[in-house]
């Protein structure tokens, strides 16, 4: 027996040897096993198989029996409704829900020292200064210094303690970022992030709206960006990095003060003011959200909101949850709770934090150098990994069976409530995939956005660590719900966490009914937020008297306590004969389409149908009119009938498929060689249409079609 299995792990020691993967030499691989040495190559794979099932990995176990999530309540404080709560909180029953995990880290000021402790000051931010050069940190201490005498120095130039001072941050993901977070948190001011891809007119709305006196930017772009439209109340900016002397004149010329960053902390070394510590319920951030229609809408949590909130998902990771010794890529816009959430836990844990050089394109490269355990991810971040790696397939016949065969192992695996990256298949497959996100990954959470189930599958397997996924928005301070160890299954975004309670809510006009365990999704726990800042009247379309907040997406209970998010209740509209039209959920449809990059579905309540603007894929469309003879610029096809022809019948297939209704199909579409984008202003920062927008651009092609139809 001893005799196998040393057999067995000398030839799989040679083979993974042997398997060093790479897309380029599967057929190197297939020749060798496939030549003289056939026989050997048979018997170690005999070897292979022996050791994996002496030695195969145990299952994971569920925390609880994955058929029953989450706990129902048929009268939880004192109401009617139908109400669903975490079982990882028994309090939640009686209406109680997480606020923190530690005693000592009640508020985000807290949480950081507690951090600081546990990881026994360690590594705490790091960063590089270029692609050859390899990450160095600052430690906790140095970081809880440094935002002190920052913070001391905020005082110094003028900056009172307490919620009612708002300090602005303009500035890409970095070290400074944090610092001037936990500076402002010293002494209970209150954050305000400036989203990096806004425009000057929305910048120049939250300054004047958060009636900002102090903007922290980052370099002399940005700089500029915020003097182009300055409210009056701006007074002063600190820089990270140097400004050029015209923009310091520029500034002066307009009344603004432009310090070093350096500066203000030497200041505030001196002065050595005592701190203000933040109690839970005290404002430390106004996100402003992006919105699709009007000026954007500050969102007001509290440091009890944001602890409450991260706590409750260290606690549903489960076995899975942070440690100290855990190291996250920082690349998502800290302007969004749901990285600002995630860096905050890993502070909370003693974890550490490495920032990326600021291309996204290069991401990997990042990643490599800094190996990260943990990452927060978005679906597009993952969609354009799983089409890179189906592109790499493609056209190689050997390839494409090799990957079907290894996502099929891992599948089965997962299923059986195995998770790891040492299997065969890891090392001949999907070693490169692992190694591109620097290949030490044990936990990703993915949200902001819905995941294909495919795609969702398809990063399991390939990365061998534990993916879950969430649902939330701003207002809840990111997550709502999260998956659960051990379920492997795509298509919901798991249960309740801890710090909150859901129910669903009757839509009478889209004929969705809590009875039937469908309807508008509404959330109420210590991760809500306070409210719009200076808005009580939007406040209360979204917050009922009851406190429940609305978020709008349609959602519907699974059977084993999961929910679903199925639609959406805004931007409906009524057609002339009384039919009510989803547009975001034709659209979902629509761009399914290989044909259809980018897709606006419209209509009004004094027509009876509906029609649409497409973005063609340029290399589908392209390559389409090449096999057909067709030839012009990408332009010229887009004005072609047979062009239009190919992607209206592939659209309205899709919509066949998907059981859309005849009054739910576009009965014709104009193509728009140019996409949608937040430069010309038809999508938000966070990549959402601007519906009003949309509907202005192309009023003339929409006023066109209706034409033609009547």
């Not at 990450?135 to 970081?143: G, I, M, R, S």
């Not at 469908?518 to 200076?534: A, D, H, L, R």
Request: contains cysteine.
């Amino acid at each position: 027996m001893y005799g196998l299995i040393n057999a067995a792990a000398a030839s799989y020691h040679y083979f993974m040897k042997k398997l060093q993967y790479s897309c380029g030499d599967m057929e190197e691989y297939l020749q060798y096993i496939g030549g003289g040495t056939g026989v050997l190559a048979l018997t170690g794979v005999a070897a292979v198989s022996a050791l994996y099932f002496i030695s195969r990995p145990t299952p994971q176990r569920p925390l609880f029996p994955l058929d029953a999530q989450s706990k129902l309540e048929l009268e939880l404080l004192n109401g009617p409704d139908v109400i669903r709560v975490s079982k990882f909180y028994k309090d939640a029953r009686q209406g109680k829900f997480v606020s923190y995990l530690h005693p000592d880290a009640t508020t985000l000021f807290e949480s950081f020292r507690r951090g600081a402790k546990i990881s026994n000051n360690g590594p705490c931010l790091g960063w590089r200064d270029s692609y050859s050069k390899p990450y160095q940190w600052l430690t906790y201490n140095e970081a809880l210094l440094r935002a002190r005498n920052l913070g001391s120095g905020f005082l110094e130039v003028g900056l009172k303690p307490g919620t009612n001072t708002m300090i602005g941050i303009y500035a890409i993901n970095c070290p400074e970022w944090i610092l001037v977070e936990q500076a402002a948190y010293c002494y209970s001011m209150v954050i305000v992030p400036l989203y990096d891809t806004l425009g000057a007119d929305a910048c120049s709305f939250i300054i004047k709206h958060a009636e900002i006196k102090v903007i922290l930017v980052e370099d002399d772009a940005k700089c500029n960006s915020i003097l182009e439209k300055s409210p009056r109340c701006l007074k002063t900016l600190i820089v990270f990095k140097d400004v050029r002397p015209a923009t310091k004149q520029r500034a002066k010329n307009m009344g603004v003060e432009i310090l070093k960053l350096h500066d203000v902390e030497m200041l505030g070394s001196k002065a050595n003011n005592p701190e203000v510590p933040p109690s839970p319920s005290d404002l430390c951030t106004i996100c402003y959200t992006s919105g699709t229609t009007g000026q954007p809408k500050g969102v007001m949590l509290t440091h009890e909101n944001v602890v409450a909130s991260m706590s409750a998902v260290v606690l549903q990771f489960g076995d899975h949850r942070l440690r100290s010794d855990d190291v996250m890529l920082s690349f998502l816009p800290l302007a969004h709770m749901m990285e600002r959430c995630c860096e905050s836990a890993m502070y909370m844990q003693g974890g550490s934090v490495g920032f990326f050089l600021g291309d996204v394109r290069r991401l990997s490269d990042d990643m490599k150098a800094l190996k990260p355990t943990v990452t927060p991810a978005v679906p597009r971040l993952l969609n354009r990994i799983y089409d890179k790696v189906q592109s790499d397939i493609s056209g190689n016949p050997i390839k494409k069976l090799l990957f079907n065969m290894g996502i099929s192992s891992k599948e089965a695996e997962l299923k059986r409530g195995i998770v790891r990256r040492n299997s065969f298949w890891d090392m001949l497959v999907f070693r490169k995939v692992q190694e591109g996100m620097g290949g030490k990954l044990r936990l990703m959470l993915v949200g902001s956005a819905p995941l294909a189930e495919n795609v969702l599958t398809f990063i399991r397997c390939a990365m061998g660590c534990v993916v879950v996924e969430g649902y939330g928005q701003t207002e809840c301070c990111a997550p709502v719900t999260l998956t659960i160890q051990g379920d492997h299954v795509p298509g919901h975004v798991g249960p309740p966490l801890a710090c909150c309670c859901i129910k669903l809510c009757d839509v009478p006009e889209m004929e969705y009914w809590s009875r039937n365990n469908q309807g508008e999704v509404c959330v109420k726990g210590t991760n809500v937020f306070k409210g719009y800042f200076k808005d009580p009247a939007k406040t209360e379309e979204v917050v009922d008297e009851q406190g429940w907040h609305h978020t709008g997406d349609i959602g519907m209970w699974l059977p084993n306590g999961t929910l679903k998010i199925i639609d959406r209740r805004k931007h409906i509209f009524k057609l002339s004969q009384g039919e009510y039209i989803v547009p975001e959920k034709i659209e979902n449809i629509y761009i399914r389409s290989q044909y259809v990059a980018q897709v606006f579905v419209y209509g009004e309540s004094l027509k009876s149908c509906i029609v649409a603007v497409v973005v063609p894929d340029v290399d589908v469309i392209k390559c389409w009119a090449q096999e057909n003879g067709i030839t012009g610029t990408f332009s010229i096809l887009c004005n072609h009938p047979e062009v239009k022809q190919l992607i209206i019948d592939d659209m309205i297939a899709w919509g066949k498929e998907s059981g859309l209704k005849s009054f739910e199909q576009v009965k014709d579409i104009y193509l728009h060689p140019d996409p949608f984008s937040v430069q010309n202003g038809l999508l938000t920062p966070t990549l959402k249409s601007k519906r009003p927008q949309l509907k202005a651009y192309f009023k003339p092609q929409l006023d066109d079609m209706y034409s033609r139809l009547t």
